[in-house]
């Protein structure tokens, strides 16, 4: 069955399909990460988009149950050079076909994902069509170009929990997978640090590392709905606040907005990625979308009190914008090395900080996985 892909500038590519069949509207955008297209179609942050994977043959290891980052995949198309014919690893339940078949979510392969790449670093991230039913090449340009876009859209109502809920209170899911397994690991080194705090987590389209991660760490979470207001949180009486990930336009986020800015300074607050981009709107600043956005497992982020760089797994296509914050009240912690971009904040003066990258890096290197740690520093301060 053949496949194509439709871009607003007019480019049309043609492949052949896998996965389910049909057509998605989205924003078309790459990721350059080597390994982890499991983690990456089960990210609440791609709804609404359409992922090129930059790495040449994709599929190779197949699918594991354990490797997802929340209960279903959220991209609405996948888009790969080569997708390989055979699941080698003895984890694997099943090939990248038949679980993007089994959920209805089409695929191209087979295209010039070097050539789509640059394109989409020279031009911006650009909505698209994906289809592998028969359609003209202008007729699907066209219906690319009619799509509302991201920015303005709310998605995060869409993929976050209806109901409040306890993460792990068993302590089995949080384990690591070796542990939990018995590879002939010692039994020792699979027991979960005892709980010490207990925060609550907005779920913006939070990612299952990090409630592992955080879990991990010694927290409890207690996960609530995206809409959640900052009295209900308080309710609770939690040792900290998390601000998880998610899609979407940070902007269109009012309800979460007025919460976080609710909570400064009545409990330590701790964000990731859209948490990021909240917390800075809660406190009085902007955000604005980037070109094509920072998605892959190897951005280089600088801490400006330390000066070291950490290499940093990232999935966002918007920004704080910092000239917006409040001066003399927050401070940008990092920075992207790449394009200067604004990594992360910290309150003088509240305990609340942020960042825009992903400690728990499901896929990527774990450079960043202290600042869990740091989250219970600061808890332990203000008590």
């Keep these: 069955m053949k496949a194509l892909l439709a871009l607003e500038d007019g480019s049309v590519f043609r492949g052949e399909a896998f996965g389910g069949g049909g057509t998605f509207e989205g924003e078309v955008c790459f990721n350059t990460s080597m390994t982890g297209y499991q983690e990456i ?15 040449p043959e994709i599929g190779n290891y197949g699918i594991a149950p354990e490797d997802e980052e929340s ?10 050079r080569e997708l390989s ?20 979510i089409p695929g191209i392969k087979g295209i010039d994902t070097r050539a789509l790449t640059k394109k989409l670093r020279v031009k911006g991230s650009m909505k698209g069509l994906l289809t592998t039913e028969p359609l003209g090449d202008a007729a699907a340009v066209e219906r690319a170009r009619a799509w509302r876009g991201l920015e303005g859209m709310d998605y995060v109502k869409e993929v976050t929990h209806a109901e409040a809920f306890d993460w792990d209170e068993a302590g089995e899911r949080s384990r690591h997978w070796r542990d939990r397994h018995e590879l002939g690991a010692d039994p020792e080194s699979g027991r979960l640090e005892a709980v010490r705090y207990r925060i609550v ?18 927290f409890a979470v207690r996960v609530v709905p995206a809409m959640t207001t900052a009295a209900e949180v308080m309710e609770c009486n939690p040792d900290g ?21 609710g909570l400064l300074g009545k409990k330590p607050i701790f964000g990731i990625c859209l948490g990021h981009q909240i917390l800075g709107h809660a406190l009085g600043g902007r955000t604005f979308k ?6 892959g497992g190897n951005q280089p982020v600088q801490d400006v009190s330390t000066g070291r760089v950490t290499i940093t797994s990232q999935n966002h296509g918007f920004a704080v914008d910092p000239e917006t914050l409040p001066a003399g009240e927050v401070e940008v912690s990092h920075v992207n090395l790449n394009d200067g971009t604004c990594e992360g904040l910290r309150h003088r003066l509240y305990p609340a900080f942020s960042v825009q990258y992903h400690p728990e890096a499901a896929p990527g290197p774990h450079d960043a ?10 808890i332990d301060s203000v008590r």
């Design 85 to 104: 014919p055979v699941a080698s690893n003895w984890r694997s339940r099943e090939t990248l076909d038949n679980y993007l078949t089994r959920h209805g």
């Design 71 to 80: 209960y279903r995949p959220h991209v609405g198309g996948l888009i790969v």
């Design 201 to 218: 987590a907005f779920d913006f389209g939070i990612k299952y590392n990090i409630l592992r991660s955080l879990r991990r760490h010694g």
């Design 41 to 55: 179609l089960t990210d609440p942050s791609y709804k609404g988009q359409m992922v090129a994977m930059t790495y």
């Design 369 to 378: 996985d202290y600042f869990f740690g740091e989250f219970g520093k600061l």
């Design 290 to 295: 980037l070109k094509f956005g920072h998605r």
């Design 241 to 261: 606040i998390f601000l998880s990930n998610g899609p979407g336009d940070p902007a269109a986020l009012d309800y979460a907005h007025r919460a976080v800015h």
